[in-house]
């Protein structure tokens, strides 16, 4: 199988999620779109609307005079407003366009595969090393591979972002938490592979 060189997939990785910012106005975030797709189908449907500008000023004033007096409420509401700041990444219209990303990326992954192959791809599960560990007993395989996935949504969420959003996007960004996210899960990512070598393989 032919593989570009290192140096055109990391350009085509760093091209990536900024061409996405420039059309969408979105981050790169394959977690985030699963995720909304998954609440969609849950019933989580409806986002609430945000508050007017006056509402808003009312309800920081009403927090800020139990927080800290009335004084402090009667400052706030002779000051002037602030304008409002629009979000910056815009939630996605209903579910048809985090459906589209999924099966856009997975469509890529497929035409790549064909390309590369030079025919079309054959469904399988993985082999190679991962066969190695785990056989060749597709049940076993398809287990291992589904609690892989589990562990992988679950880690996703809890880290509130995924490989393209923490990896990608914050990263280059130099946001802290993206970089301890990416560092842990890459981190543990090496570390499993050696601990199933060694427990798996004999050592080997």
Same mark, same amino acid.
């Given at each position: 199988?032919?593989?570009? =060189? +290192?140096?055109?997939?990391?350009? +085509?990785?760093?091209? $990536? =999620?900024?061409?996405?910012? &420039? $059309?969408? #106005? %979105?981050? +790169?975030? @394959?977690?985030? #779109?699963f995720s909304s797709v998954v609440d969609w189908l849950r019933g989580k449907r409806q986002v609430a609307a945000p508050l007017p500008q006056?509402? $808003?000023i009312r309800a920081l004033q009403r927090e800020t005079a139990a927080a800290f007096g009335d004084d402090a409420a009667a400052a706030l509401a002779q000051s002037? =407003?602030?304008p409002m700041a629009s979000p910056v990444s815009p939630a996605p219209g209903g579910l048809l366009p985090n459906l589209v990303f999924l099966v856009g990326v997975?469509?890529?992954?497929?035409?790549?595969?064909?390309?590369? $192959?030079?025919?079309a791809p054959a469904p399988s599960l993985p082999a190679g090393e991962f066969a190695r560990l785990f056989g060749d007993d597709r049940? *076993?395989?398809a287990a291992v591979l589904l609690l892989g996935? @589990?562990? @992988?949504? &679950?880690?996703? %969420?809890?880290?509130?972002?995924c490989t393209s959003g923490h990896g990608l996007c914050g990263t280059s960004r130099l946001q802290p938490g993206s970089l301890v996210a990416t560092a842990c899960f890459f981190g543990m990512a090496? *570390? *499993?592979? &050696?601990?199933? #070598?060694f427990l798996l393989g004999g050592g080997r």
């Open positions: 199988m032919h593989r570009w =060189p +290192f140096w055109a997939g990391g350009l +085509f990785l760093a091209a $990536l =999620p900024i061409a996405h910012w &420039f $059309l969408l #106005r %979105r981050m +790169f975030a @394959v977690g985030g #779109r006056d509402d $808003l002037s =407003p602030a997975a469509l890529g992954g497929t035409i790549s595969a064909w390309l590369a $192959l030079g025919h049940l *076993v395989d996935g @589990v562990l @992988v949504g &679950f880690g996703t %969420r809890m880290a509130g972002g090496i *570390v *499993v592979s &050696f601990a199933l #070598r």
